[in-house]
Every structure is written in structure tokens, then in C-alpha cells.
């Protein structure tokens, strides 16, 4: 069973609409990032970032009522698919346009074999979706740049690739507003930059790159791993706005970071985050595409 210690989520800009979502249960939590829109919106409401993130949390922890992890994702993609067509106002002309997220699922699980801190690659079974007293452990699914951190008296595993890749886009960041000779926090709807990310955008759910989106084949690209979890287990679930405390500023590593969370709590964190990013409110020494991102994050132990 979960127990969830503290939940927090913070907006990157207080007039806009926080496009972080989380969700949760006695066995499943979930944290989803909308990717912000790069231009007008298709959805009814002020955001369809905000709108894919809120609405996938929901269906996501509706069907883990009833179904393995794999299934609910795959049902809660087709009900966010559904939801699209119908209420959408035009039909998308780029993929640019499709609302997309990443997200951070994790299930806690009973393994019919030793489960394995690998991605999944076919080597590892999964009997059933609840746990009972065999041996415990978590299913992890993700899509894009959400991350888990997972505390043991065997050590911290890291889960998701946010700690490794951010310095990519810090450092795409900083090479478009050297070119086109702007601050790299100038904003994401700048003209020196929307093509850009128009184009970036557009690769999503094409080859590799699959985000959390209103297409239930997504499902089948989802990343997976499994991780053995132990009674007193502490776990940090947090979209990348949240991890760039370590991701992007170095002001922790992921020990430290869950560390910090533990004891001086996730607002402090947050609170900590926008005090960096307001001493570098242009970006000219933490290279990003805008000033300050939506942080969310949870705190669990395993009981």
C-alpha cells in the first residue's frame, strides 16, 4: 500500500494555467506534463496542454480500478482519443497542433518472477496488478521527460531519463538564441524560435519519440521497467519542471534531492526553484526556452 507524505504543484506563470496534472490511489500514483501549445488551441477552455495532462490523470487512475497497468494505459489513451475527435473545434493541420504529455506512471504490483531493475525486454512476467503477500514491487510506465526517484536501504534508483537528458535541451537552448542573438528564456512563442520547436513537435509519435497523446497506440510505446520495493521505501514522482533542481541548476543530485524532500518539504523546493530562476530570469546562465516551467511532484512510502 502507498501513503502519500506531501503532493505539490506549482504553475510557471501564476496568469496561466498550470499544465502539470497528478492522480493517485492506495496503489498507483501518476504525475502527466501537457506540452505547452505553440500556438492557438483546439480544445474548448484556455489550455489543451492543461486539458491532456487533467484529463489523462483522471482516466489513467479510473481504469487502474480494473486493469493491469499496460491495459489502463492503453484504455485511458483511446478515452483521451475519443474525447479529441469530439470535442475538438477543426481538425489538426500539423502534429504541432495535437495536444501531447509526459507522464510518470507507477503501479505497485506482485511479480511472479525475480523482478528486475532493467527495462523490460520480454525477460520479466507480471502476475497481476495487485499486490498481495508474495514479493512487492512497482511497475513503472513513462513517456518523455517526467521522472521517479526510488529510495532503499540498497541504494537510490532513478527511473525515467530526465536527469540525463535536460543538459541536451539546455544546450539546444543556448545554441538557437546565440544564433539568432537573444536571451535563451525569451519565451517559447518568440519568432527566432517557433519553427524550431513547430518542427520538433511535429516528430512526436513518429519513429522513437512517443509522448502520451490522443492515439491508443501509443500504449505499445510506452517505456517500462520494474523495480523490487521493500516496506519503508520512499519515492519522489515529479514532471521535469520539478526535477531541474538537479536536472538543470545543480542545486542537488537525485540522493540529495530526495533527500531535501523528505526533510524540508516539497514547497521549500519549490520555493527554491523560482528563487533561481528569478536571479536568471533571461536564461543567459541556466539555458532554457522560457523562464520558469509548471513543477509538480509527489511524495510516497511503500507501507
Not at 480544445?43 to 495532462?53: C, F, L, Q, Y
Not at 521527460?145 to 540525463?164: F, R, S, W
Not at 530570469?281 to 509527489?298: E, I, P, Q, V, Y
Amino acid at each position: 500500500m502507498l501513503k502519500l507524505v506531501e503532493s505539490f504543484s506549482l504553475a510557471g506563470d501564476p496568469a496561466k494555467p498550470n499544465e502539470d496534472a497528478f492522480g493517485g490511489s492506495d496503489q498507483a500514483a501518476v504525475v502527466l506534463d501537457g506540452a505547452t501549445m505553440l500556438g492557438d488551441g483546439l480544445m474548448p477552455g484556455p489550455s489543451d496542454a492543461a486539458w491532456i495532462a487533467q484529463f489523462g490523470a483522471r482516466r489513467l487512475i479510473a481504469h487502474l480500478k480494473d486493469w493491469e497497468p499496460k491495459k489502463a494505459l492503453k484504455l485511458a489513451l483511446g478515452d483521451v482519443e475519443k474525447s479529441f475527435g469530439a470535442l475538438r473545434r477543426a481538425e489538426p493541420e500539423e502534429y504541432w497542433q495535437v495536444p501531447v504529455a509526459s507522464m510518470m506512471l507507477f503501479v505497485e504490483i506482485q511479480a511472479s518472477l525475480p523482478l528486475s531493475a532493467k527495462r523490460d525486454k520480454g525477460e520479466v512476467a507480471v502476475a497481476g496488478s495487485r499486490v498481495s503477500e508474495g514479493r512487492r514491487g512497482l511497475e513503472f510506465l513513462y513517456f518523455g521527460d517526467c521522472g521517479a526517484l526510488v529510495e532503499q536501504p540498497d541504494g537510490l534508483k532513478i527511473i525515467g531519463e530526465t536527469l540525463d537528458k535536460r543538459a541536451e535541451e539546455s544546450a539546444r537552448a543556448a545554441a538557437l538564441a546565440k544564433e539568432k542573438n537573444i536571451s535563451p528564456a525569451s519565451g517559447l512563442s518568440r519568432p527566432e524560435f517557433i519553427g524550431h520547436l513547430r518542427a520538433a513537435r511535429n516528430r512526436v509519435n513518429n519513429g522513437g519519440n512517443w509522448l502520451f497523446s490522443p492515439d491508443k497506440r501509443a500504449a505499445t510505446h510506452a517505456q517500462r521497467r520494474l523495480v523490487a520495493v521493500e516496506k519503508g521505501a520512499y519515492l519522489l514522482l515529479a514532471t521535469d519542471g520539478f526535477l531541474s533542481l538537479a536536472s538543470d541548476y545543480g542545486a542537488y543530485d537525485a540522493a540529495g534531492l530526495l533527500a531535501a524532500a523528505k526533510t524540508k518539504g516539497l514547497k521549500a523546493l519549490g520555493d527554491e526553484i523560482r528563487a533561481i530562476e528569478n536571479a536568471d530570469m533571461l536564461g543567459d546562465k541556466f539555458a532554457r526556452f522560457k523562464k520558469s516551467d509548471d513543477a509538480t511532484a509527489l511524495l510516497l512510502t511503500v507501507e
